[in-house]
């Protein structure tokens, strides 16, 4: 089994930051990207930011300059570091892996829970 599991949604106003986390474990055999999904009520589900084998990161274009994607080497956990949030900030963010586990012939998407981030003065 796979799990992402993840951390540091909350509420704050506007202006302010938040950090997020997300820790893939289980039986994984290799990661080929980790990101960011965020998502309204009754809309689809929209890319934040992604980061590839080798660091190579892609950025929505509304959270360029503030929001910065960074990974934890050898420890399949990434970060979410948000800056100047604004309230169409607000979302459901899910964490997304592009992974192998074990049994998997070729990597498959994996998704975590979801954590609410609230921007609201």
């Known amino acids: 089994q796979v799990q992402l599991v993840e951390s540091g949604g909350g509420l704050v106003q506007p202006g302010e930051s938040l950090t997020l986390s997300c820790a893939a474990s289980g039986s994984i055999f290799s990661i080929h990207a980790m990101g960011w999904y965020r998502q309204l009520p009754g809309k689809e589900r929209d890319l934040v930011a992604l980061?590839?084998?080798?660091?190579?990161?892609n950025y929505a274009d509304s959270v360029k300059g503030r929001f910065t994607i960074s990974e934890i080497n050898a420890k399949n956990t990434i970060s979410l570091q948000m800056n100047n949030l604004k309230p169409e900030d607000t979302a459901v963010y899910y964490c997304?892996?592009?992974?192998?586990?074990?049994?998997?012939?070729?990597?498959?998407?994996?998704w975590g829970q979801g954590t609410q981030v609230t921007v609201s003065s």
């Open positions: 980061i590839r084998n080798g660091g190579y990161t």
């Open positions: 997304y892996a592009l992974l192998r586990s074990l049994w998997d012939t070729s990597p498959n998407n994996y």
